[in-house]
């Protein structure tokens, strides 16, 4: 059991350049999500997904589209990277019960945009 | 509006003293959930206790001990006889949503980094 999943650890960008950041859970998790953190700010929501199909915008979502064709796995997309996405991206997964509040995170991705 | 403040930005103390953690939040439901994380130096977060707003009692968890008080919004972590392994940075976050409308999203604190040198 693998938990939460993210692809790749590091990257870095060149401005304008596109990428996609794929998270991948096997615990049949019904909630996605990803946020990104920044220095004194804690962890911020970008886009969030209840089930396949669905998605949903979060606190900071300009520069970001998400996709979650399939249950398991939720793709963060940067179309036009710029330097203020310079991040570490995470990724969250939780049942869609309740209580079964708690989210579990993958272990990030680290993004350097120049 | 939700709001988490951890208003210690950094702390550092000497291994085996003791250090509470400070978390004061602000919700309008009355049915929420509050949250500790740690982010250990290799960067992952890890869980450590969930506690939902009808349950007040205090817990304890080995060294580590949670406070939650209603009538001052807060949910401190206490660590009792800090280790140099307990050195990272702890955050404090926030669920409300519970019909899952919105995904029963998390707010987070700011968090506090925490350095406990030997």
Redesign the interface.
Known sequence: NAGVTQTPKFRVLKTGQSMTLLCAQDMNHEYMYWYRQDPGMGLRLIHYSVGEGTTAKGEVPDGYNVSRLKKQNFLLGLESAAPSQTSVYFCASRPGLAGAETQYFGPGTRLLVL | AQK?TQAQ?EISVVEKEDVTLDCVYETRDTTY?L?W?KQPPS???V?LI?RNSFDEQNEISGRYSWNFQKSTSSFNFTITASQVVDSAVY?CAL?ED?N?N?????I????TELSVKP
């Open positions: 988490v930005t959930y949250f994380y960067g992952e977060l869980f969930r955050f669920s519970l899952y919105q995904g029963g999203k998390l987070f604190g700011q968090g």
